[in-house]
């Protein structure tokens, strides 16, 4: 019987080609065992304050047979699937949360795209031609990188990021000419424009034209294709990879301009030398944990890869080793990812596109992957090469002074990083030059990159304990009755902030205060709420119609449904309940339902909300205002019922005679069709942002269906991209069959 066949892997000569793989997986586990056999779970920033809770509530939805296009319950009603951060168009999101708990799905959807991204890499490597050694120790940069571990507190960044090196190994094929090369990059290009973050996947495309440049102007045409060849193999790839993600792109793009999406441009600042000191310093800004921390997301702010990595670059630089990886590239990203340098300004003004890119760290994702790749390529050489006492003298004297400038820049800043990993670290690089076996400099590489990476990474590893999502926060006891809740100015104001004496205390109070989006994780509605597609003209109603007067503010209050108002308010009509909990809460006791008739309509085409002044002010209970001067006048009043509410279908009664203006403080956003009895009719937009409909004498019924066009042919498209990849998979296997 012949023995199987082994390559040389991570763990020894003749060690099975899968060891590699399956050592990555093992520290995968290792570094989440809370997560995956405690108690722990994913807290820190977005993860629990944003994707959490919508998550949770887009799986409700799904399992109830429906695909989640509209969220009733966010800011009166906003796109759902169409929201890229939702990700349901991202094979993974849906079926992890069909078949476990949300919970379990959450935590499963962080911990598979860690092990993804590592396992992403070694592919990657190994395609490449490096060693078995090289490739895990690059699997080891990139995957505990801050930046990618720091990923799991914006889920949908570390999925995207995991398929960086999945891409670039499609790419490599298309540059060898594999005749698989259009199926695997158009598929792992649509899964990661899928994923949720398409600022990173704009950002791949251009490293991708740059790495097949610099491949082309090395090589020429000494290939196996020529270069138009690729080119159209690279854009139809392209094409399919964007027809597979039009059921969620045609929407978003139907819906941009109307939603307040490109204004979190202004929420970001750029990254200057002292987020570039963590490159030595990981946290000489601050660690997240400690009091006085206030910079920007960390994932987007990091650029630690471990000391040992910087000494493998400075020493591949001078040896003048990188043949694989290009330098110049890795200069540009470091270039790109510094805003200080301004060069963003720049590429705003000539690349389409570019304005998207709101934070210079976005390149860091692509910075870390080439630095992950240039690294392994320079370990290669460097372990080869080290018998020379040149190569031992140049590599002690790069890691003192790496390890010296790393420890002063700690100390003048105080950073938090545990000196026994910096000290061990530094022990285990000198040593390296004095094995004299291959194995065990390997070994004192991948020991050295591992202290030095692993004590920052597991100190951001951000975690609490489950019942934080498990057990509902005590507020919702006093919320008995249905209504939306609503969030003071001064009260959002702190909770962009969490405050408390400890991360526990402080996430505990957050969710104990509901702040947003807290309450839909919980089957409430709230108002406003923090969702990259909110309708733009909504936000007259959240805030600029309380500037005016408390006469008005009470009677929006009333208008939008608010049935609980949270924070500090001068409102004597509203009821005060439970004065013992952490944030003052109101009761609005005459808020309107969300369907009621008017008696009067009036014109009004001001879309800058000056109207809302007290001058002039609508009695909301009575009045309107209608965009169409044809529904200008006075209208009977009927008794209205909401029938049926689903999560993208309303259907109305409305009791009663004569001609009537139904209102609603629903938002109408494109995409919503109206049905009167048997017969399709326009929906009327009532408040410049609100949903209504004109019933004539003898109608009493009326549906609102959420039907966008640019969903069923986004849909269409995905389809048949799936049908294309489909039978690109199943052609080897007829063309098999029927040679025999």
């Not at 670059?313 to 003048?320: F, N, P, T």
């Not at 509203?574 to 008696?599: D, H, M, Q, T």
């Amino acid at each position: 019987m012949r023995r199987p066949q082994t390559k040389m892997g991570p763990l020894g000569k003749g060690a099975p080609a899968w060891a590699g793989p399956l050592v990555l997986g093992l520290l995968v586990v290792f570094f989440y065992w809370d997560v995956i056999f405690g108690h722990s779970i994913f807290v820190f920033v977005d993860a629990s304050r944003f994707f959490y809770p919508l998550w949770k509530w887009g799986s409700a939805v799904l399992k109830q047979g429906w695909i989640p296009l509209w969220n009733p319950d966010a800011q009166f009603g906003t796109p759902y699937f169409a929201d890229p951060q939702m990700a349901y168009a991202y094979p993974p999101v849906p079926l992890l949360y069909c078949v476990l708990s949300p919970l379990n799905a959450f935590a499963a959807l962080i911990i598979l795209h860690h092990f993804w991204a590592l396992l992403g890499f070694w592919a990657f490597a190994r395609r490449e031609g490096f060693s078995t050694k090289a490739s895990f120790l690059g699997s080891l940069i990139f995957g505990f990188s801050l930046h990618v571990v720091c990923s799991s507190w914006t889920p949908v960044a570390l999925l995207t990021i995991s398929w960086i090196p999945w891409v670039f190994l499609a790419v490599g094929k298309l540059w060898r000419g594999e005749k698989n090369a259009f199926l695997f990059l158009s598929l792992f290009w649509a899964m990661q424009l899928a994923a949720g973050y398409p600022v990173l996947v704009y950002l791949t495309v251009l490293a991708v034209g740059l790495e097949l440049l610099w491949k082309f102007f090395q090589q020429g045409e000494n290939t196996p294709m020529g270069f138009g060849s690729r080119l159209k193999i690279l854009v139809g790839a392209g094409g399919v990879a964007l027809a597979y993600n039009l059921s969620w792109g045609l929407p978003f793009a139907q819906l941009l301009k109307l939603s307040n999406y490109q204004n979190g441009a202004g929420r970001f600042q750029d990254l200057g030398w002292m987020d570039f000191g963590t490159l030595l310093s990981p946290f000489d800004q601050g660690h997240p944990l400690l009091p006085g921390y206030h910079g920007p997301h960390y994932w987007v702010s990091t650029y630690f890869v471990g000391l040992p990595t910087l000494c493998l670059l400075v020493w591949g630089g001078l040896r003048l080793v990188y043949k694989k990886a290009s330098w110049g590239i890795f200069l540009l990203l470091l270039v790109l990812s510094l805003g200080v340098l301004g060069l963003d300004g720049v590429l705003r003004a000539f690349l389409p596109g570019y304005s998207l890119v709101i934070h210079s760290g976005y390149w860091l994702a692509l910075l870390v992957f080439w630095t992950a790749w240039m690294a392994a390529e320079s370990a290669e050489s460097f372990v080869e090469k080290f018998p020379a006492l040149e190569n031992r003298m140049l590599w002690e004297g790069t890691v003192t002074l790496t390890f010296l400038a790393a420890f002063l820049l700690s100390s003048f800043t105080g950073a938090f990083f545990p000196p026994w990993a910096l000290g061990l670290s530094l022990l285990a690089a000198l040593a390296t030059p004095f094995f004299q076996k291959k194995g065990a400099r390997w070994g004192g590489l991948t020991l050295a990159t591992v202290l030095s990476l692993g004590a920052a990474a597991h100190s951001v590893n951000i975690l609490l304990d489950k019942s934080y999502y498990e057990a509902p926060p005590s507020t919702l006891a006093l919320l008995a009755k249905p209504g939306r809740l609503f969030f003071t100015p001064p009260l959002l104001k702190e909770a962009v902030m969490l405050q408390g004496n400890d991360m526990e205390q402080a996430y505990s109070a957050a969710k104990e205060k509901l702040y947003p989006n807290w309450p839909l994780g919980y089957g409430k509605e709230e108002a406003p709420v923090y969702n990259t597609l909110q309708l733009k003209s909504s936000f007259d109603w959240t805030f600029k119609a309380f500037q005016f007067s408390a006469r008005h503010s009470r009677q929006v209050l009333d208008y939008l449904s608010i049935r609980y108002l949270f924070g500090k308010n001068d409102f004597t009509d509203l009821k005060k309940i439970a004065p013992e909990a952490l944030v003052p809460i109101s009761e609005n006791p005459a808020a309107f339902p969300k369907w009621y008739s008017v008696k009067e309509a009036a014109f009004c085409l001001d879309a800058n909300g000056e109207w809302l002044r007290e001058e002039g002010a609508l009695d909301y209970r009575n009045q309107c205002l209608v965009g169409d001067c044809s529904k200008v006048g006075r209208y009977q009043t009927r008794q209205v019922m909401t029938a049926s509410c689903k999560p993208d279908e309303v259907e109305v009664n409305a009791k009663g005679t004569g001609r009537a203006l139904i209102v609603s403080s629903e938002t109408a956003y494109p995409g919503w069709k109206l049905r009167v009895g048997d017969h399709d009719r326009d929906m009327e937009t009532v408040n410049h942002s609100f949903r209504g409909v004109v019933l004539n004498d003898g109608e009493t019924r009326a549906s609102f269906t959420f039907e966008p066009l640019t969903f069923r042919l986004g849909l269409f498209l995905a389809l048949l991209a799936c049908a294309l990849w489909s039978g690109l998979l199943l052609r080897p296997l007829f063309t098999r069959r029927g040679r025999e």
